[in-house]
């Protein structure tokens, strides 16, 4: 497990979990969200924890891995979460199957107002040449199932194939409204599905702060009430009171 540790000053306020099936993109988002990049990634081993500070809050971020032997880890990502993002891959049908068949159980550990959010990723795999700046169909060495970028010795400098979109916005929606079900979630109490449905790419960042920033938003009641409720109880911190010493104190007599 990698990312940043908080100290105690940057203690996490709440909780949001990736979740997702291998290979549609979770660590790409967050690498795209925090460092604004678009990396090579590796596929994730266990879980990666990061810290976003919005505002004066602390958010923890949890990347989780899709693969399936670390599937028993899944439940205990969302110990406590207050929002858990599931993410597909609009141009993998089984993906958003997956979301329901194998993930959806492992957030019965999250917290009972949880926020859900059903996430298509890779969205400009679908996009037209066209929409593609500087894109080309093809180059010297693709077939014209890719939209290739080409320097100005027309050599290909970015490709990527060209997919067929095999999930619609409606699907989502639909997954969604079965999520509020299952939850038992009275449907009018909560955000519209529209709302908690996003499209995004990680290679492109299109939608991804929205994603991200949406939600951050979306919890900050969450966590001023998980502050009060902590401020009205009478439990004393004692690492409020900075670290325990065994120096003297100075200036008493004897
Ligand atoms: N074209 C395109 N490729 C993407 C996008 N997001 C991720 N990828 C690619 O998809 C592959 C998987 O991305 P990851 O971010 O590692 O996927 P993951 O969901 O974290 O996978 P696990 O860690 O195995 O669960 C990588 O080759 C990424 O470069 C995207 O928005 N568009
Ligand atoms: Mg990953």
Known sequence: MRGAVPDRARRPDVKLVLLGDMNVGKTSLLHRYMDKRFYHTISTVGGAFYLKQWGPYNI???????????HGLGSMYCRGATAVILTYDVTNRQSLAELEERFLSLTDTANDDCIYAVVGNKTDLTEPIAVRENYEVGCPIHTPNYACQLNSSASPTSCSPVA???????????????????????????????RMCFETSAKTGANVDALFETLFDMVLPSILRKR???????????????????????????
């Open 228 to 254: 009060s409720e902590s401020k009205a109880s009478s439990t004393i911190d004692l690492e409020d009171y900075g670290p325990v010493t065994s120096k003297p104190i100075k200036g008493g007599c004897c």
């Open 60 to 70: 923890s971020i949890w990347d989780t891995a899709g693969r399936e032997q670390f």
């Open 164 to 194: 067929e979109r095999e999930v619609q916005k409606e699907d989502a929606v639909a997954l969604y409204q079965r999520i509020l079900r299952h939850k038992a979630v009275d449907e009018h109490l909560s955000p519209p599905a529209e």
